[in-house]
């Protein structure tokens, strides 16, 4: 069986793909631009990555997206019911 070396590969350092999936959960901005390469519809298929899985980030970035979805959802009910028990008072 051949080694990464002998077809002229490197090593896949999954601390990229780790730092990337985390970065997801942090930054909002990011997950929507990974969301756009990676997951938008009517995107193609996409040349192998050698240093990063982007299934994993783009898992972790649809993870990120539906959370804040729940959590701004919750948030504007949260903020609806304080606004509607103000105004009966």
């Known amino acids: 069986m051949a080694t990464l070396d002998v077809l002229g ?3 896949i350092d999954e601390r990229i793909t780790r730092f990337l999936c985390a970065t997801v959960h942090l930054d909002g901005t990011f997950a929507n ?4 390469v990676l997951l938008a519809p009517g ?3 996409q040349a192998p990555e050698h240093e990063i899985d982007p299934v994993a ?3 972790h970035a649809q993870l ?11 948030r504007s ?3 609806e019911s304080c606004g509607a028990a103000a105004y009966s008072q």
């Open 57 to 59: 980030v783009a898992r």
């Open 9 to 11: 590969l490197r090593e």
């Open 33 to 36: 631009h990974v969301w756009g």
């Open 64 to 74: 990120s997206l539906k959370r804040r979805r729940e959590r701004e959802s919750s």
């Open 43 to 45: 995107r193609q298929g």
């Open 77 to 79: 009910v949260k903020f």
